[in-house]
């Protein structure tokens, strides 16, 4: 007999708070939620558009990767397809290396799509952190220290043609800035 989604959601407690995740009593890193979360963040560029409104990784345990579907179909494609899929998330998520050696498939039209959009919204929030996260770290463009660079980077592309040496100047300071970290 199939399983319900909302009874195998209702064995497993989820506290999505910025720094805790649990699963009945099993503490894990705040980073591997991030991870997760990144994972249903950048879903679609796994599996692509099409796949990505029928498909949502749902949980990582055990080393097994969850992904509900809201059809039988997508789980069998995608199960013939569990080495490809595999590779392509740790493509993307090289540091998911031997934390997911199995993928399993849960099918739920019913509450796929709600279940879905819930995830895809954690998703959002944290993929927003993120950016705000990029954006602090960058130089406003009137701070001392991002004239001195662009006034060095300047210097250095002097004989280059202007387009291409405003480019040249960009990359010089984003390279400079990301190896001060």
Do not use: C
């Not at 080393?63 to 569990?82: R, V």
């Not at 540091?95 to 739920?108: A, C, H, T, Y």
């Amino acid at each position: 007999m199939f399983k319900k989604v909302s009874d195998l959601l209702g064995q497993t407690s989820y506290s999505f708070k910025k720094t805790q995740y649990w699963n009945k009593g099993n503490s894990t890193r705040p980073s591997e939620l991030f991870d997760f979360l990144s994972l249903i963040a950048r879903w679609e560029e796994i599996v692509g558009p099409k796949l990505a409104k029928v498909t949502v990784p749902l949980k990582n345990q055990k080393k097994i990767l969850t992904i509900l579907t809201n059809h039988s179909g997508y789980s069998q494609s995608l199960s013939m397809m569990e080495e490809t899929l595999k590779a392509k998330i740790l493509k993307v998520f090289p540091e998911l290396q031997g934390k997911i050696n199995r993928l399993n498939f849960i099918v739920s039209t019913q509450h796929f799509e709600q279940e879905r959009l819930d995830l895809l919204k954690r998703a959002s929030v944290h993929k927003t952190e993120e950016v705000k996260s990029k954006k602090q770290n960058q130089l406003h463009p009137q701070s001392p220290k991002y004239k001195a660079l662009k006034e060095e980077a300047s210097l250095e592309f002097a004989d280059f043609e202007e387009d291409i040496k405003e480019k040249l100047i960009s990359l010089y300071i984003q390279n400079k800035e990301k190896n001060s970290h």
